[in-house]
């Protein structure tokens, strides 16, 4: 009887109170628990690979496609979460920098309307 261990480090979920949270540091944070959860999915499937081509009885590699499958469908769930917040934090980030100006003045090119120094016409009459 072969015995397969399975351990996942621990996951921390993110809080509503991180999402308040701005600048550069979030989006690394979101990012890097991202990349942790997709390796430990890979690392998981790996895992269930191994389970189905092992000497178990088929009822414990049963048990542990089980097991492990909860698991990368709980990973899954938290993927989705954090792919939510980022694309959420995008969009905001987005808003933000279109409503930077007077929200009732549209941006005009220079130009067009305000000549430029370069783009001055002198009308002689």
């Known amino acids: 009887m072969t015995t397969i261990a399975i351990s996942t480090p621990g996951v921390s979920q993110s809080s509503g109170a991180s999402s308040s ?19 430990q999915i890979t690392k998981l499937q790996q895992q269930l690979k191994d389970v189905t ?12 496609q089980e097991q492990i499958q909860g698991q990368i469908e709980m990973l899954q769930a938290q993927l989705a979460q954090l792919q939510r917040q980022q694309a959420e934090e995008a969009a ?24 430029t120094a370069e783009n001055q016409i002198n009308v002689y009459i």
């Open 21 to 39: 949270s701005s600048g550069s540091d979030s989006d690394s944070d979101v990012s890097s628990q991202i990349s942790r959860l997709t390796n």
């Open 53 to 64: 081509n092992s000497d178990s009885s088929a009822e414990e590699k049963q048990k542990q």
């Open 92 to 115: 905001k980030k987005q808003q933000n920098s279109n409503s930077s100006g007077n929200p009732s003045d549209p941006k005009v090119a220079d130009g067009v309307n305000r000549p």
